[in-house]
């Protein structure tokens, strides 16, 4: 007779170790035919990088004679902050009235919020670079173009964000106040404002922020801003003033992070309310109370509102006539969107074959940064090892996301070489860095006392690790790691191609910069978005499928 | 049914979501002025369903909901909105604006009775703050006008909905299930809330509940549903523990 609990034990642990194993393998396979498509050699670049790495010390540094462009440098980027503001407040305004029009609690249903949905979808995905392209094609190259194509981004992004904020609010306060007779009007201003203000808020500094961090690859692309003036000393080998430029750069997003920050953490704050008689001294009743979350708010909002109508006033619009430019842009939309074609320049074979490199590319650039990530976050969580530790790794994360993506490849394209290694050694440190970010907070979260359980039996560090840590938090690992692959695939587009590695991005280029031709433009625009949102739909269904189902 | 003016009168009303079960099957109910009366039933029975479909949350799939003269069943838009004032509802989850202070939350009760426009910008009058600032007092609640509603306790939170649905001066307040996630000591004082605006207001209210015991005490009128159909009702005397087992089917009443 077969002893039938040991017989199911045994089945059980060989389909767990079968799937761990198949799993292992289908990664390992996507990995070594990423790296044949782009002729990546790991060794090799492992073995350039300490050399690289001096190199780039000795050249980049800052020189006396660099400190002389300071001025130059600071107002460069003193511009590009106010258009980064700007694109993200005016945004944030447009995206509140469209999210509205489309939510759940006074929104008009159906047909409409499928349009409001539609649209920040294909606002959201359409690539930095696209927009770029487009735009500048239309507009020219001026600071203007750059603020628009920071704002078709936020727009897209702000949109989708506010319409989830809203349909997440209670529904029980707005059916009350229906239920008390007020319009919707009023339910907008007595029920959806108070309860999605901080969060909007929250959104609104975060956007700002990330806009003055695309905001250099966007200036590059433009013509304008700290990524031009950037570009112009890399380009002639002054790397000094480069360096300069970087560490401005680093500084202003590092600030820009600190304070928002500073304001998200405040803003939720409970306050003390004053606990005063309602009736004030010459018997006028008082309804409205300044809490320091209010004034918080509002001066926020302030403050971005005099940024903006600042920016606005000194900005340089080109030579351009703005309504011609206006119409031209739509018509260049509609060729983008409605006739896409190679127009004989390539055949889809080679348009497919470019793809497939940019998506090799991502693949490694996101499997190595991921294990690189998973390995730093665990010293970096403060709850698996000690304080001091855990907060140099978080500085030092903050200064490498501080420097954009863009700038750590040009950095390795003259300290390596051009290609795929200085491609994904670039795109790397983000990656890291964003991940190990991520990854730390999850663990963070980890209930003390699962840790204090295996502590207590007398496990080591790595076991607790293995058998805890990693088990709890698979879910949000993965979760995290295919956000950064979809983000990894639309950054290696345009990045690939600045470097040398080519790809569908450097078609994307040609077909916008030498052939003039928008039927390109559109197509190549449309299969990154193919890519995208079969990457979507991939990533929902095998977390679906590998997730851990957490029913209470 | 009743001598004084009837107030409410539903006819025949009936609801089904999805076309196949009947969450209400038929029910008949009239109050009149000032009456306290109670709709008993366990849960799932449709006690919330009639009370929504009264002021208009959820349309109902037939019959008649005759309030003030008015049938509320083809009302829409602006129509509605000033027939929905003259009813105020007291939810079980309190419903409140959290993020809002308690004074903001109970001046929302007047909402009904701006334009659009100043209700938009919450710009509220003298005697709309005075008449706020009244029933706060009313309920308690004074001390507490600028704390916001999320600090406060779900007793507190409640005596702020009852004094929101004083404020706005209606004939009728519906209260769904008003004290079932609060305990026994402030349930009353709640009760007691509802029972005094009834009495020193003159307030119709219709309060569905679960305890029965607490129907028993406050009521004027019971009316007891089963399966969303109407299985008993009469005055308290008339609700014996063998009445009630049919309410609650066969569970044991008697320990309650």
């Given at each position: 007779?077969?002893?039938?609990?040991?017989?199911?034990?045994?089945?059980?642990?060989?389909?767990?170790?079968?799937?761990?194993?198949?799993?292992?393998?289908?990664?390992?396979?996507?990995?070594?035919?990423?790296?044949?498509?782009?002729?990546?050699?790991?060794?090799?670049?492992?073995?350039?990088?300490?050399?690289?790495?001096?190199?780039?010390?000795?050249?980049?540094?800052?020189?006396?004679?660099?400190?002389?462009?300071?001025?130059?440098?600071?107002?460069?980027?003193?511009?590009?902050?106010?258009?980064?503001?700007?694109?993200?407040?005016?945004?944030?305004?447009?995206?509140?009235?469209?999210?509205?029009?489309?939510?759940?609690?006074?929104?008009?249903?159906?047909?409409?919020?499928?349009?409001?949905?539609?649209?920040?979808?294909?606002?959201?995905?359409?690539?930095?670079?696209?927009?770029?392209?487009?735009?500048?094609?239309?507009?020219?190259?001026?600071?203007?173009?750059?603020?628009?194509?920071?704002?078709?981004?936020?727009?897209?992004?702000?949109?989708?964000?506010?319409?989830e904020t809203m349909d997440e609010i209670s529904q029980g306060s707005v059916e009350a106040l229906y239920s008390?007779?007020?319009?919707?009007?009023?339910?907008?201003?007595?029920?959806?404002?108070?309860?999605?203000?901080?969060?909007?808020?929250?959104?609104?500094?975060?956007?700002?922020?990330?806009?003055?961090?695309?905001?250099?690859?966007?200036?590059?692309?433009?013509?304008?801003?700290?990524?031009?003036?950037?570009?112009?000393?890399?380009?002639?080998?002054?790397?000094?003033?480069?360096?300069?430029?970087?560490?401005?750069?680093?500084?202003?997003?590092?600030?820009?992070?600190?304070?928002?920050?500073?304001?998200?953490?405040?803003?939720?704050?409970?306050?003390?309310?004053?606990?005063?008689?309602?009736?004030?001294?010459?018997?006028?009743?008082?309804?409205?109370?300044?809490?320091?979350?209010?004034?918080?708010?509002?001066?926020?909002?302030?403050?971005?509102?005099?940024?903006?109508?600042?920016?606005?006033?000194?900005?340089?619009?080109?030579?351009?006539?703005?309504?011609?430019?206006?119409?031209?842009?739509?018509?260049?939309?509609?060729?983008?969107?409605?006739?896409?074609?190679?127009?004989?320049?390539?055949?889809?074979?080679?348009?497919?074959?470019?793809?497939?490199?940019?998506?090799?590319?991502?693949?490694?650039?996101?499997?190595?940064?991921?294990?690189?990530?998973?390995?730093?976050?665990?010293?970096?969580?403060?709850?698996?090892?000690?304080?001091?530790?855990?907060?140099?790794?978080?500085?030092?994360?903050?200064?490498?996301?501080?420097?954009?993506?863009?700038?750590?490849?040009?950095?390795?394209?003259?300290?390596?070489?051009?290609?795929?290694?200085?491609?994904?050694?670039?795109?790397?440190?983000?990656?890291?860095?964003?991940?190990?970010?991520?990854?730390?907070?999850?663990?963070?979260?980890?209930?003390?006392?699962?840790?204090?359980?295996?502590?207590?039996?007398?496990?080591?560090?790595?076991?607790i690790v293995t058998h805890c840590v990693i088990p709890e938090k698979a879910n949000d690992i993965l979760s995290?790691?295919?956000?950064?692959?979809?983000?990894?695939?639309?950054?290696?587009?345009?990045?690939?191609?600045?470097?040398?590695?080519?790809?569908?991005?450097?078609?994307?280029?040609?077909?916008?910069?030498?052939?003039?031709?928008?039927?390109?433009?559109?197509?190549?625009?449309?299969?990154?978005?193919?890519?995208?949102?079969?990457?979507?739909?991939?990533?929902?269904?095998?977390?679906?499928?590998?997730?851990?189902?957490?029913?209470? | 049914?009743?001598?004084?003016?009837?107030?409410?009168?539903?006819?025949?009303?009936?609801?089904?979501?999805?076309?196949?079960?009947?969450?209400?099957?038929?029910?008949?109910?009239?109050?009149?002025?000032?009456?306290?009366?109670?709709?008993?039933?366990?849960?799932?029975?449709?006690?919330?369903?009639?009370?929504?479909?009264?002021?208009?949350?959820?349309?109902?799939?037939?019959?008649?909901?005759?309030?003030?003269?008015?049938?509320?069943?083809?009302?829409?838009?602006?129509?509605?909105?000033?027939?929905?004032?003259?009813?105020?509802?007291?939810?079980?989850?309190?419903?409140?604006?959290?993020?809002?202070?308690?004074?903001?939350?109970?001046?929302?009760?007047?909402?009904?009775?701006?334009?659009?426009?100043?209700?938009?910008?919450?710009?509220?009058?003298?005697?709309?703050?005075?008449?706020?600032?009244?029933?706060?007092?009313?309920?308690?609640?004074?001390?507490?006008?600028?704390?916001?509603?999320?600090?406060?306790?779900?007793?507190?939170?409640?005596?702020?909905?009852?004094?929101?649905?004083?404020?706005?001066?209606?004939?009728?307040?519906?209260?769904?299930?008003?004290?079932?996630?609060?305990?026994?000591?402030?349930?009353?004082?709640?009760?007691?809330?509802?029972?005094?605006?009834?009495?020193?207001?003159?307030?119709?209210?219709?309060?569905?509940?679960?305890?029965?015991?607490?129907?028993?005490?406050?009521?004027?009128?019971?009316?007891?549903?089963?399966?969303?159909?109407?299985?008993?009702?009469?005055?308290?005397?008339?609700?014996?523990?063998d009445v009630l087992a049919g309410v609650y089917e066969d569970e044991d009443l008697l320990d309650a």
């Open positions: 007779m077969p002893d039938l609990p040991s017989e199911n034990m045994r089945r059980y642990f060989l389909k767990r170790e079968l799937k761990i194993g198949a799993i292992t393998i289908a990664i390992a396979i996507i990995a070594i035919l990423s790296d044949l498509r782009c002729d990546f050699n790991p060794i090799e670049t492992l073995m350039d990088l300490p050399g690289s790495v001096v190199w780039t010390f000795q050249h980049f540094t800052p020189t006396l004679s660099s400190f002389e462009k300071l001025p130059k440098i600071l107002l460069a980027l003193w511009k590009t902050f106010l258009g980064a503001a700007a694109a993200a407040l005016v945004s944030a305004i447009l995206a509140y009235v469209v999210a509205l029009i489309g939510c759940r609690p006074v929104g008009f249903g159906g047909v409409v919020r499928l349009f409001v949905r539609g649209v920040a979808t294909v606002s959201r995905n359409i690539p930095n670079v696209a927009w770029a392209f487009m735009l500048t094609f239309s507009f020219g190259q001026s600071e203007f173009t750059g603020f628009l194509v920071l704002f078709m981004k936020s727009f897209g992004f702000l949109t989708r964000m506010f319409l008390v007779g007020a319009t919707k009007l009023q339910i907008i201003t007595h029920a959806i404002v108070p309860l999605t203000s901080t969060q909007v808020i929250s959104w609104l500094l975060y956007m700002t922020e990330t806009n003055t961090r695309d905001a250099t690859l966007v200036g590059m692309l433009t013509g304008s801003g700290i990524g031009f003036v950037f570009e112009l000393y890399y380009r002639t080998f002054r790397y000094d003033t480069a360096g300069l430029v970087i560490l401005c750069v680093a500084l202003m997003a590092m600030g820009c992070e600190a304070v928002s920050n500073y304001v998200r953490r405040r803003i939720i704050q409970a306050d003390d309310a004053p606990r005063k008689r309602i009736v004030a001294g010459d018997g006028k009743i008082v309804t409205r109370v300044w809490t320091k979350s209010k004034v918080i708010i509002v001066s926020t909002l302030g403050v971005l509102a005099v940024l903006t109508v600042y920016g606005f006033a000194q900005m340089d619009y080109g030579e351009v006539n703005l309504l011609n430019a206006t119409l031209g842009a739509f018509n260049n939309f509609g060729v983008m969107v409605f006739h896409p074609g190679t127009d004989g320049y390539w055949t889809m074979g080679e348009l497919f074959n470019d793809l497939v490199l940019t998506i090799s590319l991502a693949v490694l650039t996101t499997l190595i940064g991921s294990i690189l990530a998973l390995l730093l976050a665990l010293p970096a969580a403060c709850n698996l090892s000690n304080k001091v530790v855990s907060n140099i790794i978080k500085l030092v994360f903050s200064v490498i996301r501080a420097i954009p993506t863009i700038i750590w490849v040009l950095i390795f394209v003259v300290s390596i070489s051009l290609g795929a290694e200085a491609c994904i050694v670039g795109m790397m440190f983000h990656t890291v860095a964003f991940l190990a970010k991520a990854f730390s907070e999850s663990f963070e979260e980890l209930d003390q006392g699962s840790l204090d359980a295996l502590r207590s039996t007398g496990a080591s560090w790595w076991e995290w790691i295919f956000i950064r692959f979809e983000n990894n695939f639309v950054n290696t587009v345009v990045i690939a191609a600045l470097c040398g590695s080519g790809g569908i991005g450097y078609e994307l280029f040609l077909a916008a910069n030498f052939y003039f031709s928008m039927h390109a433009v559109g197509l190549i625009t449309y299969m990154c978005l193919a890519v995208s949102v079969i990457l979507e739909v991939i990533s929902t269904q095998l977390r679906k499928r590998l997730i851990v189902n957490r029913s209470a | 049914m009743r001598d004084n003016e009837t107030l409410l009168r539903i006819d025949n009303l009936s609801k089904s979501y999805d076309g196949k079960t009947l969450a209400l099957d038929n029910i008949s109910l009239a109050l009149g002025e000032g009456e306290f009366v109670s709709v008993i039933g366990s849960s799932g029975a449709g006690k919330s369903t009639l009370l929504r479909c009264i002021n208009g949350l959820i349309k109902p799939s037939s019959g008649s909901i005759v309030f003030d003269g008015v049938e509320m069943t083809k009302l829409r838009g602006k129509r509605l909105r000033t027939q929905r004032r003259r009813m105020s509802m007291v939810f079980q989850n309190y419903n409140l604006v959290l993020r809002s202070s308690v004074i903001q939350n109970v001046l929302q009760g007047r909402l009904g009775y701006k334009n659009a426009v100043a209700g938009a910008l919450g710009i509220f009058s003298k005697e709309d703050k005075e008449k706020a600032l009244s029933m706060l007092e009313r309920v308690g609640m004074a001390d507490f006008a600028y704390v916001r509603a999320d600090q406060l306790s779900g007793g507190q939170k409640q005596r702020v909905g009852i004094a929101r649905a004083l404020v706005q001066e209606p004939a009728l307040i519906l209260a769904d299930e008003p004290i079932a996630s609060l305990d026994p000591k402030t349930s009353r004082t709640v009760m007691d809330l509802l029972r005094t605006a009834t009495d020193d207001l003159g307030i119709a209210c219709l309060v569905s509940l679960h305890q029965v015991e607490f129907a028993r005490e406050y009521s004027d009128f019971i009316f007891g549903i089963a399966k969303g159909q109407e299985c008993c009702k009469g005055t308290p005397c008339d609700f014996t523990n």
